[in-house]
């Protein structure tokens, strides 16, 4: 059977897929989000709404730029635009809406990944990260909202990848010895999270981490969208598409003055230190994610992960830090750093590298002079209600860049510091306990990596340092 009509319970995470009553689901959904829950008791819907839990194993496709997937008992996930006798006519009618794109979903636990997948490029580029709470697919309710990016879903991190070298063909033969041929050698960052998802979803290894979302019926959301009693859910979900969609264009819209900054410094119009430079602005401000060290089990299985590569790989040398897509927070004085790659750009813009011939330490020390110098144009500008963030960032925030090597003008530091700057690189984001080990400096990722940090928690690192 496709569902199970059984009463949902936080203990049994075995059943993929439930339709329930907003009774049974209503305790649930207080938990990830008690102002829509409060919004829906207050209109007191009946038990001709169903809800749908579903359960999704860490790697596994909520959707693609086609179509949602609908986990089932037997462990697939079946498309929900390609209809077959394994749905029931029930599901169908509650869900079919979303059928080529989504139906309004709400993510209950874990954390949700989107993100555009380049694989002609070896590439994946995060694009937002959903806690509990938040939606996807907001667009069924709110039409003129409506994202034009060809994003996919993900359960967990997509963009997840081991820092240390894990493409050893003597070592991995240990994986495939004892998870079969068929898993492949990672080549490149970007089949880290293949490997790490055909890991965690092994029949027999029993990974447990789950997450799960709650899908919104046809006839819910047609009320949400016509009945005037149920308006304050409606704007709802309006507000939350101004705050995650039109304050997004907002503030990309104002990156003009960035460019306005360069021109202040005389600075040369360098199409990829622009953009990117641009970009790292957008981390800094909480637009688009980083990366940071795993320190906790919210977006993957760290330590079903950093077990496998530590006991059956055989990783020795150095610690398993596992990093995955992760957000700054400008407004935090807490907020730890997060770091960007020029070897692995996750940058949207499309602009071609300038000086192919040189070498990436020098290309990353034109980058560390642009940001420096970005920094002083923007100390020259008038604020206002269109640059505050801008200048803020210019001013409280620290783009420092790391390489396993040093430079001639010492505008880049060894990678090796980081393990003392920030200790999730070290014991902090070690889900079992390892000693005499270091941060693997050698590491793609490491070698021309910028580390995005608030000014004054750089001060203190240093100070503990």
Not at 236 to 261: P, Q, S, V
Not at 342 to 352: C, I, L
Not at 398 to 404: A, P, V
């Amino acid at each position: 059977m496709l569902l199970s009509n059984a009463k949902y319970s936080i203990e049994d995470e075995n059943k993929t897929l439930m339709r329930l009553s907003w009774a049974e689901i209503r305790d649930r959904v207080r938990i990830a989000n008690p102002e829509f829950c409060a919004l829906v008791d207050d209109v007191n819907p009946g038990k001709e709404f169903s809800f749908y839990v579903a359960h999704y194993p860490f790697g596994a496709l909520l959707g693609n730029t086609e179509t949602a997937f609908i986990p089932t008992a037997q462990g697939d996930f079946l498309p929900l635009n390609k209809p077959c006798a394994r749905f029931s006519t029930a599901l169908l009618n509650d869900l079919d809406y979303g059928a080529h794109s989504a139906p309004v979903t709400m993510v209950l636990n874990k954390a949700v990944e989107l993100f555009i997948d380049h694989k002609q490029y070896n590439l994946t580029l995060p694009y937002r990260l959903l806690h509990a709470g938040d939606f996807i697919s907001t667009e069924q309710v709110i039409s003129e909202v409506k994202s034009t990016l060809m994003l996919q879903s993900a359960a967990g991190c997509r963009s997840a990848m081991m820092l240390p070298p894990i493409n050893c063909s003597r070592q991995f033969r240990h994986i495939r010895c004892k998870y079969g041929k068929r898993v492949r050698k990672p080549d490149s960052l970007y089949e880290h999270a293949k490997l790490f998802s055909d890991l965690a979803q092994h029949p027999t290894e029993g990974c447990t981490w789950t997450m799960s979302t709650l899908l919104l019926p046809y006839n819910f959301v047609e009320k949400i969208k016509q009945d005037p009693a149920w308006y304050k859910i409606y704007l709802y979900f309006y507000r939350y598409a101004l705050k995650y969609h039109f304050g997004m264009t907002d503030l990309n819209l104002h990156l003009d003055l960035i460019t306005e900054a360069q021109r202040k410094q005389n600075l040369k119009m360098d199409p990829y230190l622009s953009d990117t430079g641009k970009h790292l602005y957008k981390i800094a401000a909480g637009l688009m994610p980083g990366f940071a060290p795993a320190s906790d089990e919210l977006y993957l299985p760290r330590a079903f992960l950093q077990n496998v590569f530590v006991e059956v790989y055989g990783l020795t040398q150095y610690y398993p830090t596992i990093f995955h897509p992760s957000y700054f927070n400008l407004n935090n004085p807490a907020s730890k750093a997060v770091y960007y790659s020029r070897q692995y750009p996750t940058n949207f813009a499309v602009a071609s590298k300038t000086r192919d011939s040189y070498s990436i330490t020098h290309a990353l020390s034109e980058q560390q002079n642009f940001l420096d110098e970005l920094r002083l144009g923007l100390a020259k500008m008038t604020p206002n209600s269109n640059n505050g963030v801008w200048l803020r960032i210019g001013k409280d925030v620290d783009f420092c860049t790391y390489h396993s090597y040093k430079n001639n003008q010492e505008n880049i530091k060894l990678s090796s510091e980081l393990q003392h700057l920030d200790f999730r690189f070290g014991t902090q984001g070690c889900a079992v306990k390892l000693k005499k080990r270091t941060l693997s400096e050698d590491g793609i990722f490491m070698r021309g990596c910028m580390a995005i940090r608030l000014k004054q928690n750089q001060e203190e690192a240093l100070g503990n340092s």
